[in-house]
């Protein structure tokens, strides 16, 4: 990332680039899981989607590039590290600040 961000900092006929001014987080597209800090490990992705949780987000919008392989593998690595994670979780229907989660 950061050699892209030198690239497209530098792009242009005058040597400055659109995104001459962006920090890091302004370079990637926000799809991508960089502000969400969804990227890493099936681990890392799995303890921050239920960290998230915790917080009371119970809907999460993701972007995969290579749709078919990439559902596939969340669905298989991520999606039972999250389970297991949740199980550890106070039951969501007696929670009162938070809303009932359903896969």
Same mark, same amino acid.
């Given at each position: %990332? ?15 680039? %659109? ?5 890091? &987080?302004? $370079? ?9 800090? $969804?990227?890493?490990?099936? &681990?890392? !992705?799995?303890?921050? !989607? @239920? +960290?998230?949780?915790? /917080?009371? @987000?119970?809907?999460? $919008? /993701?972007?995969?590039? =290579?749709? =078919? ?12 590290? @999250?389970? &297991?994670? &949740?199980?550890? /979780? ?9 809303? +009932?989660?359903? +896969?």
């Amino acid at each position: %990332m950061e050699g892209f961000g030198a690239a497209v900092k530098q792009a242009g006929p005058d040597q400055k680039g %659109m995104w001459q001014d962006s920090g890091f &987080e302004d $370079l990637v597209q926000y799809n991508d899981g960089f502000r969400t800090g $969804l990227i890493g490990t099936p &681990e890392q !992705i799995a303890e921050r !989607i @239920v +960290a998230y949780r915790r /917080l009371g @987000v119970d809907l999460f $919008l /993701l972007g995969f590039l =290579h749709y =078919h392989e990439e559902v596939r593998y969340f669905g298989e690595r991520v999606l039972p590290l @999250v389970r &297991e994670l &949740e199980a550890g /979780l106070p039951d969501p229907e007696t929670r009162s600040d938070s809303p +009932a989660l359903h +896969a």
